[in-house]
T-cell receptor, first 112, second 114 residues
Framework: SQQGEEDPQALSIQEGENATMNCSYK?????LQWYRQNSGRGLVHLIL?????REKHSGRLRVTLDTSKKSSSLLITASRAADTASYFC????????????FGQGTRLTINP | GAGVSQSPRYKVAKRGQDVALRCDPI?????LFWYQQALGQGPEFLTY????????KSGLPSDRFFAERPEGSVSTLKIQRTQQEDSAVYLC????????????FGQGTRLTVV
């Protein structure tokens, strides 16, 4: 079972535009993490945001967390062709085992 | 190497065959995880090790799946009597300690059962 749901499932934009992906989850969390996966490759960790944080930045990435709405967003600014990948949110539950629960991902395509 | 290493990268098995998938985590990482990823889906948790102890195997789909990490470093995921529904990418990840520290994933092993 998957707790996170990403929205949209697929997103196609022009290079240079900003891309926003959303993630909703169902139960209380310790932290939420975003990962990127290029086709046929492993997952690359992008950002970890804790439940007591509201926003985090890393380079061109901005992540927000709204625990009252049980949702998070990932913003990629000034997108590049190399950003083309699938993006997953994953949650670590407060009353859960030591595991990350992933959503189904957003497939992002950056058109040159 | 500095990252998580998995082998083989690709494995084709005939239905009924046993397979063994290997994971070399980052040195010093206490936690090791196995995930299964079906095509077009997010990874799903299989099992978790803290050093050599398998603390959670709740995600293993059947008793045909077995994982071990005998010395608290390298881990092996074994699938007995493979079936077509076992076809997936098997991902290994390690972290310093638990899920509240960054998890580093290997490239995965793509298993195809024919």
């Amino acid at each position: 079972s998957q707790q996170g749901e990403e929205d949209p499932q697929a997103l196609s934009i022009q290079e240079g535009e900003n891309a926003t992906m959303n993630c909703s989850y169902k139960t209380s969390i310790n932290n939420l993490q975003w990962y990127r996966q290029n086709s046929g490759r492993g997952l690359v960790h992008l950002i970890l945001i804790r439940s007591n944080e509201r926003e985090k930045h890393s380079g061109r990435l901005r992540v927000t967390l709204d625990t009252s709405k049980k949702s998070s967003s990932l913003l990629i600014t000034a997108s590049r062709a190399a950003d083309t990948a699938s993006y997953f949110c994953a949650t670590s539950l407060i009353q859960g085992a030591q595991k990350l629960v992933f959503g189904q991902g957003t497939r992002l395509t950056i058109n040159p | 190497g500095a990252g998580v290493s998995q082998s083989p990268r690709y494995k084709v098995a005939k239905r009924g065959q046993d397979v063994a998938l290997r994971c070399d985590p980052i040195s010093g990482h206490v936690s090791l995880f196995w995930y299964q990823q079906a095509l077009g889906q997010g990874p799903e948790f299989l099992t978790y090790f803290q050093n050599e102890a398998q603390l959670d195997k709740s995600g293993l789909p059947s008793d045909r799946f077995f994982a071990e990490r005998p010395e608290g470093s390298v881990s092996t995921l074994k699938i007995q009597r493979t079936q077509q529904e076992d076809s997936a990418v098997y991902l290994c990840a390690s972290s310093l300690y638990g899920v509240n520290t960054e998890a580093f994933f290997g490239q995965g092993t793509r298993l195809t059962v024919v």
